[in-house]
């Protein structure tokens, strides 16, 4: 086998480096707010450019400008957000703009195309002083500025977009992946893109990287954190996880596509090569080695689409246990919106239909008291009572045994534990069968896309 | 609630105790073999009365007269078994008996009415010292004899007619049960049967009867046998646990049927009440909740009833892991032979039909060579691959999609792993399916019996 050659990496580099005009706008633009913000009044200290913009090591199109204004610790929380919000919706002025909430409110909008956020902040003298959940960040500019050379600038670039080509990019909830600050630091660690992949592609369950060595040894740093498959330590506070929110899959998913990428290297590596949906024909023909069955609902009003995934997320995963809690199988879930009127969640379940009697196993027989209880709880039992591995068992009639009414029912049952307006939404519900969602697929190229991605359910680097 | 009463156990007592007449008649008969055997010429040193019958704890119409014969420890193994069956078989003389081989062969048959069983065993000085498997026996009786009380020999019978009521008497494969020296342990221990069966309805997990205080501790026994559930220490062998036959769930079923003796003391406890066979009709409409399946094979030539149902037990627990392996859920088997023409083996099934496809879980990303090896393997899988819970996982089409498929399969593999005459028995199998399995209830009351106990899988006790 020839060596792989690695030749093509100065293309993707190009492509991803944002080019001499970008920049001067992008500068211009981050000039001209600090200068608006310096200029209104309020109890305001400074401004600060922070996020990937600040360091130089943002995607080209990627127009996302942080810009952090800092108060004086001594400012109590209540004018601390008062002042944030005022000050920020005098900058953004005319301007699309809105009011977030994550730990505080802040202001996001877009201007001239770029996606602001204007952010209020403590200005404390460490990053483990903080008082609001964003006081960390200006820390994270200031130390990468301090770190990164420009070199390594342009191998961070390399590195986030193999791991937007390999979808492990973003720590939010939908892609559980690599922050780009995660992505600064193993650059840090590992030199190049390169020797990072090598180094990603040797990683073992319990991988620690702590830069500045702030934990004695790296055994007693996983002790801290509950052996973490993957631990790194934030340089500017040491009781932080900067891969707290990288998944254990996608740990695995970055070492795998590492190993895959270094034995044959290709572009389509950073440039996810969306593979095309199956024909109508090809997903009828898929379908009939499967059993896919599944709920539509209204998309909830006044919901935001990102908030949305999250929430399609944690019900599929919460539906998908009590669905097995009734003894049904499910390989796979999938769920899927467009973000403004539709929401889909679909099972694969290995054991569509299931027998009308269900085997009951009770307490074992030395726990005498509760044996009695649920000897009286049956006192007619299909079958049994029957001591098997010491345990108590019977039979009764099951009450779902087919999944289209335990998919029902379980359906019911979350729609009465969410909240508004989610909860209102699905009630709404309608059972999908086969049929129904071939006929979803036709209608819409998108969710056809999604469910041949679904149905392939294949990685794009294996 | 009334205090529970339990005068009819004089009743039973009654019942169970052989009668004045019988006793006379076993007399008599013993003397005359030992008689016989004592005038008999060859190098055997004298002859005992062993098993239940000399110490008077056996049960009425249980006419076992186990006799062994002394040889002295320097004889040759060969010409003591040489010996041995030559005495025996001028005892039998013309009366029916046949060579038995355990651990070394012994002669059994029957004289007038009596099971006898005529073994040569090694006169040595402690059971520990013994140089064949029985040479513990006559130990047994020597320390039964010295401590058991007339009395107690009574409450020995209770005790061996309600674990018989309870399907827990005797060590065999089939019952893994309770053997009758343990029986008569219990009683040295706790006094009485009432004693015995109360300690039995407390008794924990681990349980440890140590008579002589042969191990200094219970807990140092416990270490040295594995933590066993029970551990019943051979006051004349510290090395053996007299319980070693004994199932968990055989132990399991003694303390919940103490216990509902206890609350509820019956006379059915002793005499197993037989329920009565379910009518066609209801076979049927049980049938209707539940999935059964199953293959019939012809007795297998010249095997003993005995070792059949141990050999059932085994191949039917071994098809089930078949089939459990090929994602078949079974609930439960049953199986049965008539002893002379047909054995069955049948399964209820949870999941008789399955998708087309089947995922296959392949090695940890962190294996990289067998990660190689398991995608070399599968080129075109339906679905996949992809990393999910950090393996490599993908579906490929299903072997066997269908109970009926994997069950013909599984009764194929195994009769080619079975040796003679069970291999050719197995290979003649055929599959049942319910409505078969009706037309033999319907031809067979015995099977119909059988079938209708396992149907409604209920302990007597319970």
Not at 160 to 186: H, S, W
Request: charged share 25%; aromatic share 10%.
């Amino acid at each position: 086998m020839a060596s792989p050659s690695f030749g093509f990496l100065s293309k993707v580099r190009k492509r991803i480096t944002p080019s001499p005009s970008d920049a001067r706008a992008e500068q211009a633009m981050v000039r001209r707010l600090l200068r608006e913000i310096k200029k209104t009044k309020g109890p305001h200290l400074s401004a600060l450019l922070c996020g990937s913009m600040a360091r130089n090591t943002h995607l080209r199109g990627d127009r996302d400008l942080d810009i952090f204004v800092f108060y004086s610790p001594k400012l109590k929380r209540e004018s601390f957000e008062k002042n944030g919000l005022q000050l920020a919706h005098k900058i953004f002025g005319k301007h699309f703009h809105e009011e977030v909430y994550s730990e505080h409110p802040y202001v996001r909008g877009n201007i001239d195309g770029f996606d602001v956020e204007i952010v209020p902040t403590y200005k404390v003298e460490k990053a483990s002083d903080k008082l609001s959940a964003v006081d960390r960040t200006p820390f994270h500019a200031q130390y990468m500025r301090k770190h990164l050379s420009k070199q390594q600038c342009g191998e961070v670039r390399l590195l986030k977009q193999f791991l937007k080509g390999i979808q492990a990019y973003g720590a939010d909830v939908k892609n559980q992946g690599v922050p780009g600050y995660l992505v600064e630091i193993l650059i840090l660690r590992y030199g190049t893109f390169l020797k990072a992949v090598q180094a990603m592609s040797q990683w073992k369950n319990n991988t620690v990287i702590d830069l500045e060595e702030q934990h004695s040894t790296p055994q007693d740093a996983l002790k801290q954190f509950n052996n973490t498959h993957l631990l790194v330590i934030d340089p500017t506070d040491m009781s932080r996880n900067v891969a707290a929110a990288l998944s254990f899959n996608q740990f695995a998913r970055m070492i795998m596509a590492a190993r895959q990428f270094l034995a044959a290297p290709k572009e389509r590596f950073f440039f996810a090569h969306e593979s095309p949906s199956m024909t109508l024909p090809q997903i009828k023909s898929h379908l009939a080695m499967q059993e896919l069955m599944g709920i539509h609902f209204p998309f909830p009003k006044e919901t935001v689409e990102d908030v949305m995934w999250g929430q399609l997320l944690r019900v599929s995963k919460k539906m998908q246990h009590g669905l097995e809690a009734k003894d049904y199988c499910i390989r796979r879930h999938f769920f899927w919106t467009d973000g403004q009127e539709h929401a889909f969640i679909i099972f694969d379940v290995e054991n569509p239909s299931l027998q009308s009697s269900k085997l009951r196993i009770g307490p074992s027989v030395f726990d005498a008291t509760h044996v009695e209880h649920f000897l009286r709880a049956h006192p007619k039992p299909l079958s049994g009572p029957r001591i098997e591995e010491g345990k108590v068992v019977l039979e009764i009639p099951r009450a779902f045994p087919e999944f289209k009414g335990a998919l029902k029912e379980e359906a019911q049952l979350t729609a009465q534990t969410e909240k508004s307006p989610l909860r209102e939404a699905l009630h709404q519900f309608a059972l999908l069968d086969e049929g129904q969602i071939i006929a979803l697929a036709k209608k819409n190229k998108s969710f056809q896309h999604a469910l041949s991605a679904f149905l392939k359910g294949k990685e794009s680097f294996l």
